[in-house]
């Protein structure tokens, strides 16, 4: 998965997740302070995102061959309702 600093969609969901820490700070406490502090971490986590590859090929290539070995159960059916539960919700 890829995180790109596009401005839509990660920016919602991940403000009042960093804004909870400012609110638990004391009175008389700058929340600026709180603020920066978890701007800084979530820049550093999205630099480090940015650095791993989207897609692990080896564990891809690793489930592949566990799959062609018969060591891991594929259940199509099971499958198909996940996706069509998935879909469903959204259609």
Excluded: C, N, W
């Excluded at 960093?18 to 502090?37: E, I, N, R, V």
């Excluded at 800084?40 to 891809?60: C, F, K, N, S």
């Excluded at 891991?72 to 879909?87: M, P, V």
Aim: glycine content about 12%; overall charge positive.
């Amino acid at each position: 998965m890829k995180i790109t600093s596009s401005g839509t969609g990660a920016a919602p969901a991940v403000a009042p997740a960093a804004a909870a820490p400012a609110a638990a700070t004391p009175q008389g406490t700058a929340a600026t302070g709180g603020a920066s502090a978890a701007g800084a971490l979530l820049a550093t986590a999205r630099a480090q995102l940015q650095q791993m590859p989207e897609i692990d090929a080896a564990r891809v290539a690793e489930i592949r061959a566990a799959l062609e070995r018969g060591e891991l159960g594929f259940d199509a059916g099971k499958l198909a309702q996940l996706i069509e539960r998935y879909h469903g919700s959204r259609g």
